[in-house]
């Protein structure tokens, strides 16, 4: 029922620009909290960016500060990544994840997008 499908990852040099989506299904996108994470092999799941359900309030982890910004489409219900600046440290798998308002809610993560950023 509840689906997320991330895309537009791919291969990038340093200081290029990408832009995610995360299409969303079963639910309204702009309902939940949502959030971007990011994974490298190796280490821990981190949070990258997450955007509020009623008004929309962007917040970012200092690492991607000025450089990504986070954005959801309500016609389309979708959220997206873009992504500025790239450096060779962004590599990462990138997860869209929906959050929970209540009791009863349940989380939810999409199946992730690669981001690889070498010259």
């Known amino acids: 029922q509840v689906q997320l499908a991330e895309s537009g990852g791919g291969l990038v040099q340093p200081g290029g620009s990408l832009k995610l989506s995360c299409a969303a299904s079963g639910f309204i996108i702009n309902s939940y909290p949502m959030s971007w994470h990011r994974q490298a092999p190796g280490k821990e799941r981190e949070l990258v960016a997450t955007?509020?359900?009623?008004?929309?309030?962007?917040n970012y982890a200092d690492s991607v500060k000025g450089r990504f910004t986070i954005s959801r489409d309500n016609a389309k219900n979708t959220m997206y990544l873009q992504m500025n600046s790239l450096k060779p440290e962004d590599t990462a798998v990138y997860y869209c994840r929906k959050g929970v308002r209540q009791r009863g809610d349940n989380e939810s993560w999409g199946q992730g997008t690669q981001v690889t950023v070498s010259s």
């Open positions: 955007i509020s359900s009623t008004y929309g309030v962007k």
